[in-house]
């Protein structure tokens, strides 16, 4: 999608939210497939934080500082990943739609047609 990135903490924001976290709350997981051009999200809770401040999360793994990959879930990292969400479904259905054509022509409408022929001719034409 258009202008779609990761949003980004500093390292202050960071370090705040590894020193705040508490049980419960929730960490993703964010790894980027580079065959697919995918994003591979993960939710973890955790489940304690050790004295050593250590974090141990619900998949037994025991994080001893905060990871780049590691985000705490926020409003804008959950819009983040809506769209990430959007985008993997859009293309899933674009997929499909090439393998069983006449399933998609026979129940196609017209004035839908029309909608998503200027739709996909709009979105085509932008290429830099």
Request: no cysteine.
């Given at each position: 999608?258009?202008?779609?990135k990761l949003p980004k903490q500093s390292n202050k924001e960071r370090e705040c939210i590894w020193n705040g976290l508490k049980e419960n709350d929730t960490l993703v997981?964010?790894?980027h497939n580079h065959w697919g051009d995918n994003y591979i999200i993960n939710y973890y809770k955790v489940i304690k934080k050790t004295p050593k401040g250590s974090v141990r999360l619900n998949n037994d793994t025991l994080l001893k500082n905060f990871p780049s990959n590691y985000h705490i879930l926020t409003e804008e990292l959950q819009v983040w990943i809506?769209?990430?969400q959007l985008e993997k479904d859009i293309i899933n259905i674009l997929d499909n739609i090439d393998r069983d054509k006449s399933y998609f022509k026979e129940n196609l409408e017209y004035e839908d047609?029309?909608?998503l022929k200027e739709i996909l001719e709009n979105t085509m034409n932008k290429r830099p």
């Open positions: 999608m258009k202008d779609l997981g964010i790894s809506n769209k990430i047609a029309l909608k």
